[in-house]
């Protein structure tokens, strides 16, 4: 036994290897209740001290330091989960009440004993996908919300623009019913709803795919985010360490711990959150371009001497750029260690960490096609024609943040006020209050 209680110890101080920027508290708190969650359901091996211990950290927001870089996610996110593991032991470190201390110190500010390992309790620690889980989840349902935002920004485009809502009709939706295509015209439908500005332009027939392929491009995006949430509802509640014990006795060495499930719809997911930037940016672009929009150039009304929007382009076409070489799959990589035990993994933690930057990088470029759809706004109702009260309404929450452009300048403190306003959901829930007041 004391040998069994040293090589426990020794398994998380050791593999206590991670490196970069420590994960976000939000991210780790996740990784402490999901692996809470896996061994209460009794296959894990562990004794209920841990269980105790990891609910108190919890409760008491005692939040282990984990850095976000070191997982193969195969065996596991063993080198993260070592270092959150730690201060259950009283090493490592710690964050409570805003400040960093040691995770000894920590427990005993709060009153709290540091547990003894024994069994297996420190491998089933240690052994899980709870990081590549968390991440994922939480850019996940980030990524859900940002469809639902999309959904005002493309609506307050169509109002600026004058765009055909011809292509957002059901009864074509009904002959090609992918659930989320349709899901996305309906919505754009009623958010547009009594406008006098679509569908006014009776010498076309048709839009630019950026606006009249909406409904394709936002519902795939949305239709690959649920199977994202398929994945993660399961992994969630699921046993993913090695070995298992089972409820006859019997140890089994398996792969539960191997990251593919969730690696695979998180490069999935990463890629759909990406689309949903580059079509958003190139409806800014049809904004600010005078061509294209039949506006003044970049929006501002003082052209040559003033460069309105011209730059918050820039910066959207900047940002999707940096998307679309983050899209790439991590799950197709892999690489052997564990001398070439570990011959195959998935690069699910790295899967999960480069969807949360597309994530944050699509709701600023989401933002800023916000911002440019406000100001579009503005210019072109001085033809008289209105916008549909749900539009006057997203505009009014635009408003509330950034004014009007009447002379340069610096957008960029209007650009992360707009960011802080997509990132807290409140476009999402704002487009849900619209819908529901429809009685939908």
Request: hydrophobic share 45%.
């Amino acid at each position: 036994p004391g040998e069994n209680a040293r090589l426990q110890t020794n398994l998380l101080r050791s593999h206590a290897c991670a490196v970069g920027e420590p994960l976000l508290e939000e991210q780790v708190r996740g990784m402490m209740l999901l692996r809470l969650n896996t061994i209460l359901i009794g296959c894990s091996g562990a004794n209920p001290s841990i269980c105790e211990l990891l609910a108190e950290l919890l409760n008491r927001n005692i939040v282990p330091v984990v850095p976000s870089q070191g997982s193969l996610g195969a065996s596991g996110d063993l080198a993260n989960l070592a270092h959150m593991a730690l201060v259950l032991i009283g090493e490592g470190e710690a964050v409570t009440a805003g400040k960093r201390l040691p995770g000894g110190e920590a427990l005993r500010d709060a009153g709290l004993e540091p547990v003894r390992l024994s069994g297996k309790d420190g491998l089933a620690l240690i052994n899980g996908t709870q990081l590549m889980t968390s991440v994922g989840a939480l850019a996940v349902a980030d990524a859900l919300a940002l469809v639902k935002t999309a959904a005002a920004s493309l609506s307050l485009s169509m109002e600026a623009l004058c765009g055909i809502t011809g292509a957002f009709l059901p009864e074509i939706h009904a002959l090609r019913p992918h659930p989320g295509q349709a899901e996305t015209a309906a919505m754009v439908l009623l958010l547009v709803h009594g406008s006098e500005r679509t569908d006014s332009r009776p010498d076309d027939v048709q839009d630019a795919y950026t606006l009249r392929c909406a409904p394709q491009v936002h519902g795939a995006a949305h239709d690959a985010l649920l199977v994202s949430v398929r994945a993660l509802e399961i992994e969630m509640n699921a046993v993913n360490d090695n070995p298992l014990v089972l409820p006859d006795g019997r140890v089994i060495s398996g792969g539960h711990f191997h990251g593919e499930p969730i690696a695979l719809p998180l490069d999935y997911a990463a890629i759909a959150t990406a689309e949903l930037a580059n079509i958003s940016e190139r409806r800014s672009e049809r904004m600010v371009n005078p061509q294209l929009s039949g506006l003044p150039a970049f929006l501002t009304e003082q052209s040559g001497l003033c460069s309105g929007y011209m730059i918050p382009q820039y910066a959207a076409a900047a940002l999707v750029s940096e998307n679309k070489v983050l899209a790439h799959p991590a799950s197709v990589d892999s690489i052997p260690s564990s001398a070439n035990k570990e011959d195959h993994v998935s690069m699910g933690a790295h899967a999960a960490r480069k969807l949360a930057r597309i994530v944050t990088n699509t709701a600023r470029v989401l933002a800023i096609e916000l911002m440019v759809a406000a100001q579009a706004l503005d210019l072109a109702v001085r033809d008289g024609k209105a916008p549909a009260a749900a539009t006057r309404a997203i505009h009014a929450l635009v408003r509330s943040e950034v004014p009007h452009l009447t002379d340069d300048r610096v957008l960029s403190h209007d650009m992360e006020r707009l960011y802080a306003l997509v990132k807290s959901h409140r476009v999402a829930e704002l487009v849900d209050e619209l819908i529901e007041a429809r009685g939908l």
